[in-house]
């Protein structure tokens, strides 16, 4: 018998407002906003597409995706991420706080010699180390980048052009990053990775404080309150800004919110499953390569495993699906460039009605404010046109309640 392609899990939350909440108050992601809109010539807020017919389609009151395929010229989100953490980073070594500077401070000459060589590591499967190799760039800073078997040479070549030492290594996604925090250990580099571990925390929150900006613009843009927020978790550090940053919103009735994983990398869905964190090991073969990590980020757990209800386990079909139908849109719907990550969202609505049962549990109706995230355009070019156009990964999602 055939997998599922979609699988859901209900999480039993506790609704507690942890202590780590704290640093995703209105007032601290208005701040890192202040942060990235000081970015002059890079910054710019990405578009919330409204997917009118494709709502009706789907017979709930209207879709939205924020659409990060343009951000910074990186076609992905990550780059808020990296620029806020590694301007934390700086202003540390300076003596300062964060909010006391901005771009052009960071970007001054002197501030430069006064800090003297800094190189910035981080291990990545492709977007998180573009976004740090980016700024370390304008920044005038030296980079280094670990990539896990398997990379793309598409991906690998992108992060070099933006003047990084590129690695591939024989490890996958998790071991890789123990690989490069060992290594920058030695060499003493400063490791920029948006994961934790004892020990290592504070650049990873601040790094998830960078991705409340992209939560905070859709949230500010958006005509009506969300009644569901999607967001894809790799090891789930956008999905738990995304969650802190709704909370923050202080909404009188709190939207469903939803993590989506690639089912060969679903720690999520089995740590909701057991009520614990719990890793998944192996290659992590998907072709949704930012999503292919298997251990949890703990601070990314604090926040979802108290407040996000659901999880959906996809399978490569759904990806595929996603990038076929956000690319070519119902009636004047606008068209969206999605990549294997970044698309998970599109395929699931597109299979909801194939699995009418899932479209029940999560409570979609003829009312419902739906909010997705494409976290990246066509980050690799040849494999989106092998898909889109070449018909790879072929799904049914003809409508069949089951």
């Avoid at 009506?224 to 894809?232: E, L, S």
Wanted: contains cysteine; proline residues 3%.
């Amino acid at each position: 018998m055939q997998a599922l392609l979609l699988e859901l899990i209900k999480n039993n939350t506790t609704q507690e407002l942890r202590p780590l909440l704290q640093n995703f108050s209105k007032e601290k992601i208005a701040r890192v906003r202040s942060f990235h809109r000081s970015m002059w010539g890079y910054y710019q807020s990405t578009p919330l597409v409204e997917l009118k017919e494709l709502a009706a389609w789907l017979g709930v009151r209207n879709i939205f995706v924020k659409d990060e395929s343009g951000r910074f010229g990186l076609k992905a989100f990550k780059g808020l991420g990296a620029s806020y953490a590694m301007a934390c980073c700086i202003a540390r070594e300076l003596g300062k706080e964060v909010d006391e500077i901005d771009f052009d401070y960071l970007t001054a000459e002197d501030v430069r010699e006064k800090l003297g060589k800094i190189t910035f590591a981080t291990a990545t499967d492709g977007n998180h180390g573009r976004g740090v190799a980016w700024m370390a760039r304008i920044l005038g800073y030296d980079s280094v980048v670990y990539m896990p078997k398997g990379t793309a040479e598409a991906r690998r070549l992108a992060i070099a052009r933006e003047g990084a030492a590129v690695r591939i290594t024989d490890f996958n996604y998790d071991e890789t990053v123990r690989l490069l925090a060992a290594d920058s250990e030695k060499n003493g580099w400063t490791v920029l990775q948006d994961t934790a571990w004892p020990g290592y925390e504070e650049i990873p929150l601040w790094i998830m404080q960078g991705y409340t900006t992209m939560a905070g613009e859709a949230l500010e843009e958006m005509p009506d309150t969300p009644t569901h927020v999607f967001a894809q978790a790799g090891v789930g550090s956008m999905a738990a800004a995304v969650q802190a940053t709704v909370i923050a919103q202080g909404y009188e009735k709190e939207p469903v919110f939803t993590i989506m994983e690639a089912s060969e990398a679903n720690c999520f869905f089995r740590s909701f499953e057991q009520g614990r964190m719990l890793p998944v090991g192996g290659d992590l073969e998907t072709i949704m390569a930012g999503l292919a990590c298997g251990e949890i980020n703990p601070l990314a757990w604090e926040i979802l495993a108290n407040h996000a209800q659901y999880c959906l386990s996809c399978r490569d079909e759904v990806a595929a699906l996603g990038m076929r139908l956000w690319g070519n849109p119902l009636g004047k719907d606008q068209k969206i460039t999605a990549g294997e990550s970044g698309a998970i969202g599109g395929g699931v609505i597109g299979l909801l009605d194939k699995y009418h049962n899932l479209k029940t549990e999560l409570g979609l109706n003829k009312e419902s404010v739906l909010l997705f995230f494409n976290t990246e355009g066509d980050t690799f070019p040849d494999k989106y046109r092998d898909i889109v156009w070449g018909g790879s990964i072929s799904v049914d999602f003809r409508r069949k309640n089951v």
